[in-house]
């Protein structure tokens, strides 16, 4: 059961981040770190060609109201974003409440835990608050540095699936992992 999301009045905050909604004035950080290859492509879609198409997406993400943007305490600069989406690829999770997270980290902050520190703050969020029966999260069998968040924010893995991008015309190996609220 797919669960209505409205993150637009919620802010969530950790020891180094504040996950929070988007902004218009987000823009030119949000192009910066999505306009490199191999950030988007780690994730299904190819980097961003220009400010344009930043505009049009972040401006989906503020009609959808179901991203956070990630901002740095440091430097008030947006790194990154995570995503509550409805679950498609695992039927079996239609009769419950539960939200497939997706996210991306500016390559500039990799190797820092930040994305780490930053789901495991939504996952106590969408058990604690939004009380959600289930979450689960995918990402390409390559990408070693998601697996590596995922495990460390108690997912396990359920199965892999292949992912068409018709962005990026190819066919991934997907590693899909849940998580439920009673593991908590």
């Given at each position: 059961m797919n669960k209505i999301l409205d993150l637009s009045q919620v802010t969530l905050e950790t020891e180094r981040l504040i996950l929070r909604f988007w902004r218009k004035e987000d823009l030119f950080d949000f192009y910066e770190y999505a306009s490199?290859?191999?950030?988007?492509?780690?994730?299904?879609?190819?980097?961003?060609?220009?400010?344009?198409?930043?505009?049009?997406?972040?401006?989906?993400?503020?009609e959808e109201k179901n991203v956070f943007a990630i901002e740095y305490?440091?430097?008030?600069?947006?790194?990154?974003?995570?995503?509550?989406?409805?679950?498609?690829?695992?039927?079996?999770?239609?009769?419950?409440?539960?939200?497939?997270?997706g996210y991306v980290l500016s390559k500039d902050y990799w190797g820092k835990g930040l994305m780490t520190e930053a789901v495991k703050c939504v996952v106590d969020f969408c058990f604690d608050v939004l009380q959600l029966d289930a979450l689960t999260v995918g990402h390409s069998?390559?990408?070693?540095?998601?697996?590596?968040?995922?495990?460390?924010?108690?997912?396990?893995?359920?199965?892999?699936?292949n992912f068409f991008s018709k962005i990026l015309n190819k066919t991934f190996r997907e590693a899909y992992y849940v998580r439920h609220n009673m593991l908590k």
């Amino acid at each position: 059961m797919n669960k209505i999301l409205d993150l637009s009045q919620v802010t969530l905050e950790t020891e180094r981040l504040i996950l929070r909604f988007w902004r218009k004035e987000d823009l030119f950080d949000f192009y910066e770190y999505a306009s490199v290859e191999g950030v988007g492509e780690a994730a299904g879609w190819k980097h961003h060609d220009s400010l344009e198409e930043s505009a049009r997406i972040l401006r989906a993400f503020m009609e959808e109201k179901n991203v956070f943007a990630i901002e740095y305490k440091i430097n008030k600069k947006v790194i990154g974003s995570l995503g509550l989406h409805d679950i498609k690829e695992i039927t079996e999770f239609e009769n419950i409440a539960a939200k497939e997270i997706g996210y991306v980290l500016s390559k500039d902050y990799w190797g820092k835990g930040l994305m780490t520190e930053a789901v495991k703050c939504v996952v106590d969020f969408c058990f604690d608050v939004l009380q959600l029966d289930a979450l689960t999260v995918g990402h390409s069998a390559e990408n070693i540095r998601s697996k590596r968040v995922v495990e460390k924010c108690g997912f396990r893995f359920v199965l892999y699936k292949n992912f068409f991008s018709k962005i990026l015309n190819k066919t991934f190996r997907e590693a899909y992992y849940v998580r439920h609220n009673m593991l908590k």
